[in-house]
């Protein structure tokens, strides 16, 4: 990419795709994501603005993970079977993916 050529936006999906790897290697990487993606995409978020963001949706993520692991535990210490736990862990699923965006 030349320096007159203009960069892309920097839109929600990219901003998760480049933040996953890190996530699923178990630990942040913020400020090496945030300076990759503001060296190559337009943004009206400042350097550190960005990183807030960032923290904010790994909260995001480990409450979710609390919430799965809390919902597993109630429905083992009901009884049910790990068929039944599986079902509704993905009918929470699907209600999250299928959340529209504000």
């Not at 936006?9 to 090496?32: M, N």
């Not at 990759?36 to 337009?42: C, D, G, I, K, V």
């Not at 480990?62 to 692991?69: F, K, P, S």
């Not at 535990?73 to 009901?78: G, S, T």
């Amino acid at each position: 990419m030349t320096q007159d050529a203009p960069r892309p936006g920097l839109t929600h999906q990219v901003l998760l795709d480049a933040i996953r790897p890190s996530w699923l290697e178990g630990a942040p990487a913020h400020s090496r994501v945030v300076d990759n993606l503001l060296s190559h995409h337009a943004s009206g978020f400042s350097r550190a603005g960005l990183i807030s963001a960032l923290e904010w949706m790994l909260l995001q993520r480990q409450d979710v993970g609390l919430y799965i692991g809390w919902a597993i535990e109630q429905h083992q210490a009901a009884g049910e079977s790990p068929a039944n736990t599986l079902q509704a862990l993905r009918a929470f699923l699907a209600r999250m993916h299928g959340s529209p965006v504000e």
